[in-house]
């Protein structure tokens, strides 16, 4: 295992703790562990008699969900995906919740280490499976994949202009096995981006949409927020940050189909305030204060959204 920190800072601490929290005795999930940032503030906040289910598809933030509940006997730490949360739950016995918590996309341990592959700045296997145990590696799709697919995948999650040519250089170049390999491919393929010190590397939107394939994450975090809604009690939370656009736009458009009335037609005699909604809005979107950007620049794109399941 690689030799890093294995630390993560979280982010929007304060304002997912204020507008999640709101039981203190109650039943909540941390749908995305990662290293126990938030999970362990959240405990901090809670009763002696409150549980915080700890969850994550990455064995080795299951692993640290298993050392804090070894220390605290709130926390049950369970390996599982976003699109597994209902029936985990089932598996716990646990009916319905008074929150839920995804920190969306990747953790700092996840990108530090250089065998797991996230990083164009270290080189290691081109892997990116946030669980390296099932699934195709990024080396494994982008060895097989039909080029039209790669292009159409760093189009799409990346939203990266060049993303033709790279996908040609791509199939030229194959067998990709590692990290640098494809950063340098990258690098060649696209002009230089302006910018000076501070320009992006000219890898960062292909490895990110490469990752959100490998890890299926918008289909993971579709389902998610639907399991996630689900698994509320009446007054239960559900707090999502995202980091991308793509990511808020789904966010935004689920939180909007349940907060909003729905249509009526034309010429029926209610008026849209008597229409009962799923939930309401509690926060959101709020984003990073300067002073945590400064302490944290990987907090650059988090948004955080917030809403409350209304009495059905
Ligand atoms: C930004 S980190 C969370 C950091 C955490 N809030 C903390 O304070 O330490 C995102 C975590 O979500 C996990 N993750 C991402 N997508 C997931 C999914 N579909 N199912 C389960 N876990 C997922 C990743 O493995 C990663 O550990």
């Known amino acids: 295992m690689a030799d890093t920190p294995d630390h993560h800072v979280p ?17 909540y999930v941390d749908a995305t562990f990662g290293r126990g ?3 362990r503030a959240m405990l901090a906040r809670l009763d002696p008699d409150a549980r ?11 692993s640290a969900a298993e050392r804090l509940a070894a220390e605290d006997a709130r926390v049950i730490p369970r390996k599982s995906r976003l699109s597994e949360l209902a029936s985990t739950l089932v598996q716990l016995d646990i ?7 995804m920190d969306l996309g990747v953790s700092s341990p996840q990108l530090d280490a250089a ?9 290691g296997p081109l892997d990116m499976r946030m669980d390296p145990d099932s699934g195709q590696s990024a080396a494994e799709w ?7 697919d790669i292009a159409d995948v760093l189009k799409r999650y990346g939203e990266e202009h060049h993303a033709r040519r790279i996908a040609r250089r791509i199939v030229a170049a194959r067998p990709l096995e590692t990290t640098a390999a494809l950063a340098e491919l990258v690098a ?4 230089q981006r302006g910018g000076g010190g501070k320009a992006k590397h000219p890898a960062t939107q292909t490895f990110q949409a490469i990752r959100m394939r490998v890890n299926d994450e918008m289909a993971e975090i579709e389902r998610g927020l639907e399991q996630a809604y689900a698994v509320l009690g009446p007054g239960g939370r559900l707090a999502v940050i995202s980091f991308h656009s793509l990511e808020d736009r789904l966010v935004k458009q689920y939180f909007r189909s349940l907060t909003r009335p729905p249509a009526l037609p034309r010429r029926v005699p209610i008026r849209h305030a008597e229409v009962a909604t799923a939930a309401r809005d509690v926060a959101g979107p709020l984003a990073p204060t300067p002073m945590e950007l400064a302490d944290n620049p990987r907090a650059r794109s988090a948004k955080l959204r917030v809403i ?5």
């Open 308 to 312: 409350e399941r209304l009495a059905s």
């Open 11 to 27: 982010v929007l601490l304060e304002e997912v703790l204020n507008n999640l929290v709101h039981v203190t005795a109650g039943t």
């Open 52 to 62: 915080l289910v700890a969850l994550d598809r990455d064995p080795r933030a299951v």
């Open 37 to 39: 940032g938030h999970a």
């Open 95 to 101: 009916s319905t919740v008074d929150g839920v918590l």
């Open 142 to 148: 982008l060895n097989t994949a039909e080029e039209h």
């Open 188 to 191: 060649a393929a696209v002009p």
């Open 115 to 123: 065998d797991r592959g996230f990083s164009f700045r270290l080189d």
